[in-house]
């Protein structure tokens, strides 16, 4: 299955400049071309809502920002408080910056139940 996914040329599998046109074609077979060729609409999350919330605010307190995470050794620990007392006061960030602060909290909490488990 690889080898023939790699035997594929880019100008079929981008066929008339759209991403992943081939499996798109295929897949439009199978099931109604509404499903396949919808037009894309992001998920928007509730940021605000979720980071000013008074349990996930001492949820970050008690575990993503505690000296002991061992993230903040791969990150500038001041400029992560930084980020995230702007996120937990509910200002705006620019979406780079919510996903940081997404990821960062997701992966640390996720380590804290690996060395709790």
């Not at 930084?82 to 602060?101: I, K, N, S, Y």
Request: positive net charge.
């Amino acid at each position: 299955m690889i080898r023939t996914a790699f035997s594929i040329p880019w100008h079929v599998k981008r066929g008339n400049g759209e991403g992943k046109a081939l499996l798109k074609a295929l897949l439009a077979q199978s099931v109604p071309r509404e499903w396949v060729y919808r037009k894309r609409q992001p998920f928007l999350t509730p940021f605000r809502d979720v980071f000013t919330h008074p349990r996930v605010r001492e949820m970050v307190g008690d575990a993503v920002l505690l000296p002991g995470n061992s993230l903040l050794a791969f990150c500038r620990p001041d400029a992560v408080r930084r980020v995230f007392a702007r996120a937990l006061a509910g200002e705006t960030l620019h979406v780079g910056a919510q996903r940081f602060v997404w990821v960062f909290t997701t992966l640390s909490l996720w380590l804290e139940q690996v060395r709790m488990g």
